[in-house]
């Protein structure tokens, strides 16, 4: 065995079902006095919910959280949160808005406690995306990794089976990426699996039944795994190919991180031969790449970059663009073969 170092993260994590009743138990823990609670629009009424379960420990909802957290959002949220005198943001929905709470952590210091209603684990990183004039930049700090999380399977009741399945891909490519990380650890190379055999085994079910409660909190279970992956080690090709297609095209996050995944670990599968077996093992197929590419076939994702948005002139400015900042993977990043892996993700053909 290799030497390694393994940096705990210290997210204090709730798990079941009904657990929203810990809410305000949870937050008096924490110290708080007020809370402001986020949300996108479309779980306005959620974060009501949510307001009922903190009592008097409630202060107001801001529904403004939105894609990339841009900062001019923040600044709305931040005078929220003055007026409203809070000492802890609950954070309620995806990583949009959860990225909201993050960039309010980072200027203030607020307390967070998140509750998740997606898979894409952002609760579980010390990682803000934000956006400032379009522009997007990244910040690592452990200023913005929440004090608690609370995972409510059934605040994950309601996400659309589409979403579902995009979301546990996504968060299921944080823990493929995990598995070739350069600093990657036993621990967390444990982690992964089964995070992944979590969400192979549940997803095929909540697309066959999206109430079936026991796939649900398999599915949660896998993504908080997932994510603690992404927040504990780097990311490498599958992850930064994602990043350049969303921000130089538009794409959607979950949708791209699922056409792409079958063929960036395709393109790392010779490099990385102990990873392949991890994952081979954990979603119960032979080869690793064709295995995924079956697993989102069969969950109904698209599987073409052409069906999600991308324009097919973008191919080559998409290779350019993910060549120009080099970084580690475990298969040095060639343009030719990065652009037939672009090329072949645009139709949807299998992974090569
Ligand atoms: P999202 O937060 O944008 O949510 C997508 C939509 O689904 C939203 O309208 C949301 O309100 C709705 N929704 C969420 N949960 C629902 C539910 N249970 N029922 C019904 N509707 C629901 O999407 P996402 O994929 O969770 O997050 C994507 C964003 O998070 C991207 O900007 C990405 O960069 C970021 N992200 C950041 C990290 C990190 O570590 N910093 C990690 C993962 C993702």
Request: aromatic residues 6%; hydrophobic residues 40%; contains cysteine.
């Amino acid at each position: 065995m290799q030497p390694f170092i393994f940096d705990a993260l210290p997210t204090r994590v709730v798990f079941g079902s009904g657990t929203l009743s810990q809410l305000k138990a949870e937050a008096t823990r924490l110290g708080t006095t007020r809370a402001l609670i986020l949300t996108t629009p479309n779980q306005a009424t959620t974060g009501m919910q949510v307001g009922e379960a903190l009592g008097d420990l409630f202060g107001a909802v801001f529904s403004g959280a939105v894609m990339h957290t841009p900062t001019h959002v923040t600044e709305e949220a931040l005078v929220a949160l003055r007026q409203t005198g809070a000492d802890l943001v609950v954070s309620i929905g995806g990583g949009s808005t959860i990225g909201l709470g993050k960039a309010l952590a980072l200027r203030t210091g607020v307390n967070q406690l998140v509750i998740p209603t997606t898979y894409a684990g952002s609760e579980m990183t010390p990682i803000l995306g934000q956006t400032d004039d379009g522009l997007k930049t990244t910040v690592r700090n452990l200023a913005v990794l929440p004090e608690t999380v609370i995972y409510d399977v059934d605040l994950t009741m309601s996400l659309p089976t589409a979403l579902s399945a995009t979301s546990g891909i996504n968060a299921i490519a944080h823990a493929v990426e995990a598995l070739y990380a350069k600093d990657r650890n036993p621990i967390i190379s444990m982690i992964a699996e089964e995070g992944i055999r979590s969400l192979a085994t549940s997803l095929p079910s909540i697309r066959a039944k999206s109430y079936d409660q026991d796939a649900r909190k398999r599915a949660l279970y896998g993504a908080w795994l997932c994510g603690y992956c992404l927040g504990s080690v780097g990311m490498a090709l599958h992850h930064k190919l994602c990043h350049t297609l969303g921000g130089s095209f538009g794409l959607p996050h979950s949708e791209t991180h699922t056409v792409i995944l079958p063929h960036a670990v395709a393109y790392n599968s010779q490099a990385a031969p102990e990873a392949m077996s991890a994952i081979s093992r954990a979603i119960g197929a032979s080869d690793a790449a064709n295995g995924l590419y079956d697993l989102i076939s069969g969950l109904g994702a698209d599987q073409a970059l052409s069906l999600i948005g991308m324009p097919e002139d973008g191919i080559e400015r998409a290779a350019d663009i993910a060549v120009a900042s080099p970084y580690w993977n475990p298969r040095p990043i060639e343009r030719e073969a990065l652009r037939d892996l672009i090329a072949r993700a645009y139709v949807g053909k299998r992974p090569s």
